[in-house]
């Protein structure tokens, strides 16, 4: 018979009871070490007091109340990102899929409203993942999560990553734009290279075409700075965010330049429960954690330590561990063994993290999470190795 929930995932037989900071406790007491965040989603790690009070006053004095009113919770918001970032102006969501729809119909729109409705499609790169719409399966591209879904979404081309002459090479008079993760998360956390960031710009200017960032694993200061693609010293047209916005309380955004934002007019594009009270709430305490003084340096001076750790450990586990990628708190092990076993491995040790593409095993700890934490996974992950090791190479290392 069929579980009362549907069997779309394949789930650890674990269930966690209540969290504290970096760490998650499940129903028999056992602590575990959150290196994986829900996903890069709880980004103030569990139970941080100033969220949870947000979170509770708001409930306390009025939950939703729809988009036909004004919502000053999320005027603030809109306005503490449009003076932190590129944007003029903000759409608030519920996921990182509705942020991408967001997107691809402003940049759509603006060039319909611009004379040129046939530039409609939008370039991705292989190795994406933008989502699980029917839309965003498309712009993700990958065969195997659209099997079965009936016809592909038009509208999308693919290139390779990090290649500029395959890119220009697939712009048509039908392109709208380019949309690319900086930090391509659930592909395997790799990093576009700054230079390549810096070209689609260019590129972007030169053909009159929009660049748009999927930030929703890769921003939020998840790297060391408020949106990845700062590193790079650009800004995009257009922005989509989500997981780690409001710390675990499911929204989405859709940060954008007002060329872009203006397209969507009254009646365009809208949302029933998008930039409720309680959602921009949540997400204020976030920021109000995250745009604090010295923060984001603190971010990416533990991202550096953790860094350090782990190439220490592929030092000295060359058989289980051969690589270390990612930028900030967003990290990947490149994995000699099937990842799927160096991630049950971890779990057994007590460490939380999350399988990526092309075999890598991602850690994406919360963004408050401390040297003494990352010294306690480099241990239990060097426990993992030795779990890992083949026979022969385990009596060798002794
Ligand atoms: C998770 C993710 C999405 C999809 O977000 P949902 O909230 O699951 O819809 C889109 N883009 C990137 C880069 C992601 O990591």
Same mark, same amino acid.
């Given at each position: 018979m069929i579980s009362a929930l549907m069997p779309n995932y394949n789930r650890a037989d674990l269930a966690f009871e209540r969290g504290e900071g970096a760490n998650l406790f499940d129903s028999a007491g056992r602590r575990f070490l959150d290196f994986g965040a829900g996903i890069a989603t709880s980004s103030l790690g569990h139970g941080h007091p100033h969220l949870v009070a947000a979170i509770a006053e708001q409930a306390a004095r009025v939950i939703h109340v729809s988009n036909l009113y004004h919502i000053p919770q999320a005027e603030r918001l809109a306005q503490r990102f449009v003076d932190a970032s590129f944007a003029d102006s903000v759409f608030f969501c519920n996921s990182g899929a509705e942020a991408n729809e967001g997107l691809v119909k402003a940049m759509r729109k603006t060039m319909a409203d611009a004379g040129k409705p046939e530039r409609y499609r939008v370039i991705c790169f292989d190795g994406a993942f933008h989502g699980r719409t029917l839309a965003m399966l498309a712009a993700t591209g990958n065969a195997k999560y659209l099997a079965g879904f009936g016809p592909e979404v038009d509208g999308f081309d693919h290139v390779p990553f990090n290649n500029l002459n395959a890119l220009r090479a697939a712009i048509t008079p039908e392109t709208a734009g380019i949309l690319i993760e900086p930090v391509q998360g659930e592909g395997g956390v790799r990093p576009a290279q700054l230079q390549f960031l810096r070209d689609l710009r260019a590129t972007c200017d030169e053909f009159g075409i929009f660049l748009g960032m999927?930030? /929703?694993?890769?921003?939020?200061?998840? #790297?060391?700075?408020?949106?990845?693609?700062?590193w790079a010293g650009i800004t995009p047209d257009i922005l989509s965010s989500a997981k780690g916005i409001a710390g675990g309380f499911p929204m989405g955004a859709v940060l954008a330049t007002e060329q872009l934002a203006k397209?969507? /007019?009254?009646?365009s594009h809208g949302t #029933?429960?998008?930039?409720g009270p309680l959602a921009c709430a949540a997400a204020n305490a976030v920021l109000d954690v995250v745009l604090a003084p010295g923060f984001l340096e603190d971010v990416e001076a533990t991202g550096r330590y953790l860094w350090d750790g782990l190439e220490a450990l592929v030092r000295r586990y060359p058989s289980v561990f051969t690589d270390v990628r990612g930028s900030g708190l967003i990290v990947g092990l490149k994995c000699a063994v099937p990842n799927a076993e160096a991630q049950s491995a971890a779990l057994a040790e007590g460490l939380l993290t999350v399988a990526a593409g092309e075999n890598v095993l991602r850690l994406v700890p919360p963004?408050?999470?401390r040297q003494a934490e990352c010294d306690a996974a480099l241990a239990l992950l060097d426990r993992t190795a030795r779990r890992c090791l083949p026979a022969v190479s385990l009596a060798a290392a002794k």
């Open positions: 999927d930030e /929703v694993q890769c921003g939020m200061g998840r #790297t060391g700075k408020l949106f990845a693609h700062e397209a969507l /007019v009254p009646g #029933t429960f998008g930039g963004l408050i999470v």
